[in-house]
Nanobody, 122 residues
Framework: QMQLVESGGGLVQAGGSLRLSCAAS?????MGWFRQAPGTGREFVAA????????DYADSVKGRFTISKDNDKNTVYLQMNSLKVEDTAVYYC??????????????????WGRGTQVTVTS
C-alpha cells in the first residue's frame, strides 16, 4: 500500500493563498485532491494524470486552484489562491495506480492520505 503524506494546510484569511503538498511513496500514480467540510461528504477538488498532465478541476475551484505533479519527487501540489471561507475543509490526497487518465471520483482511488486542515477566515 502506498503511503501519502499531506502538508501545507493552515489558517489563512479570505483572499489569501496556501500550497498543499502530498508526498507519495511510489510512482506511476494518477493523483487527486478531495476535501471534506464538517457535516458534508467528500468532495472532488482537482486531479492530475500519472504524467502530470490532463488536470481536472471542480467548478468551484476553477481559475483559483492549480494542481501540479513533480514525478522526480513523487509529489503532487495544490496551489490555492483567492481562498474563500467556503474552501474551509480537511483536504485529502488520493492516489490510483494508472499510467493514463485523470480521475475525479473518490471511488476510483485506493490510497488516501490522512488529510490536512485548511481554515479560511473572513
Amino acid at each position: 500500500q502506498m503511503q501519502l503524506v499531506e502538508s501545507g494546510g493552515g489558517l489563512v484569511q479570505a483572499g489569501g493563498s496556501l500550497r498543499l503538498s502530498c508526498a507519495a511513496s511510489g510512482h506511476s500514480f494518477a493523483m487527486g485532491w478531495f476535501r471534506q467540510a464538517p457535516g458534508t461528504g467528500r468532495e472532488f477538488v482537482a486531479a492530475v494524470s500519472s504524467g502530470g498532465d490532463s488536470p481536472d478541476y471542480a467548478d468551484s475551484v476553477k481559475g483559483r486552484f492549480t494542481i501540479s505533479k513533480d514525478n522526480d519527487k513523487n509529489t503532487v501540489y495544490l496551489q490555492m489562491n483567492s481562498l474563500k471561507v467556503e474552501d474551509t475543509a480537511v483536504y485529502y490526497c488520493a492516489a490510483r495506480f494508472s499510467l493514463v487518465g485523470t480521475y475525479s471520483q473518490a471511488r476510483d482511488y485506493g490510497d488516501w492520505g490522512r488529510g490536512t486542515q485548511v481554515t479560511v477566515t473572513s
